[in-house]
């Protein structure tokens, strides 16, 4: 399926340009006040998708340095909060019991300690991009992950949309080990990598070589979301981390893109997890607006963290203050020591 997806100007039965411009916001790594400022000017300035949703993004974590009240404000507001790991360590060499640990166990210090549900952790990026071949797939096959989010994919004329691993990758493996086996029902995200305006590639935003004022920022990322809008429409992905938008010009031009396809009235900015959605169920952009998985209806989700616990707890040879409105843990939680008693994953495990 996810071949005829990729090399036909149709998506099931859908025409071009009923095909709605996804656009993947992402960030990887810690939440914590030094990346609060950024996400409230993204997201909390009245931004919205053409149904009139808040835009939303995706954000892998990683635990250490996360303030988990923080997490939980950004679950509440409607954001997607997937796994980075634990420790943030290369993976290429793990076990698929320490993949379990790593991955597994950052969605249960999420759910623990940032309220969100489990069964809303639907996805993983691996650290530096550093996959771990068939263990990391068979770990989130075993473990009910919905997707990963890790594979960089050169060629993108037209760009990839995301597919399958019911069968053998179709693309070359750009950092390897890369999964070699079937893995039924497990998506791959692909990260289409984009040319700079040198024409250099790169897998992540902030990798690229970066223009040294906003109005050039600007001109690269448009250039490369028109590859995917005048094309075949495949989503179109922002993979940050936000330490890059403590260059002024990086987000002001950052912030002027936006809001320039935001304009269009057939760009939606949403979740790794509703764009999986879409691709199940490809809907016309016409019929959007009643299209359910880009509704914005959270009141299943907790309240805003607005009064946190401070947690004050040893690592490392140091003290850590973990904030939540969650219960205390006794102990920093790690992988393979999480701090939650029911734990299925630091308890029960065999290889």
């Known amino acids: 399926m996810f071949l005829f997806l990729m090399h036909t100007n149709k998506i ?3 025409p071009v340009e009923q095909v709605p411009q996804i656009v993947l916001l992402t960030f990887d790594d810690s939440v914590n006040d030094l990346n609060k400022g950024l996400y409230q000017d993204l997201f909390e300035r009245g ?5 009139g949703c808040p835009i939303a993004a995706t954000f892998y974590v990683s635990h250490e340095w996360t303030d988990y009240s923080q997490v939980q404000n950004l679950y509440s507001d409607g954001h997607e909060l997937a796994s980075h790991t634990v420790s943030h360590s ?4 793990f076990s698929q019991k320490k993949w379990t640990r790593e991955v597994a166990g950052q969605r249960e210090i999420l759910a623990a300690y940032g309220g969100v549900k489990m ?3 639907r996805g993983m990026r691996a650290p ?3 996959v771990g071949g068939n263990k990391m797939f068979k770990m989130l096959y075993d473990s009910n992950f919905t997707y990963d989010s890790s594979m960089p994919i050169y060629e993108n004329k037209p760009p990839s949309w995301p597919y399958t691993l019911d069968y053998k990758l179709f693309h ?3 950092i390897p080990p890369c999964p070699t086996r079937s893995y039924p ?3 791959e995200v692909p990260m289409v990598m984009w040319q700079d305006l040198n024409g250099g590639r790169c897998s992540m ?3 690229c070589s970066n223009p040294p004022d906003a109005d050039g920022v600007y001109k690269m990322l448009l250039k490369n979301f028109e590859r995917h809008y005048t094309t075949n429409r495949a989503p179109f992905g922002l993979f940050y981390h936000a330490a890059w938008f403590t260059q002024p010009h990086h987000k002001e031009g950052f912030i002027n893109f936006i809001d320039t396809v935001l304009a269009m009235k057939d760009v939606w900015f949403i979740t790794n997890w509703q764009a999986i959605q879409w691709v199940r169920d490809p809907t016309p952009s016409s019929r959007l607006n009643s299209f359910q998985p880009f509704q914005c209806n959270y009141s299943d989700r907790p309240k805003r963290c607005n009064n946190p616990k401070v947690c004050n707890l040893w690592h490392k040879s140091g003290v850590r203050y973990m904030r939540t409105c969650q219960p205390c843990p006794d102990i920093y939680p790690w992988t393979g020591n999480t701090g939650i008693r029911s734990s299925r994953i630091d308890n029960d495990i065999e290889d």
């Open 185 to 187: 029902g497990v998506w």
């Open 90 to 93: 290369f993976g290429e060499q």
């Open 128 to 130: 530096f991009l550093s």
């Open 119 to 121: 069964e809303d952790v």
């Open 12 to 14: 099931g039965d859908l």
């Open 47 to 51: 931004r919205t998708n053409p149904n």
């Open 205 to 207: 935003g902030d990798a």
């Open 172 to 174: 070359d493996c750009m």
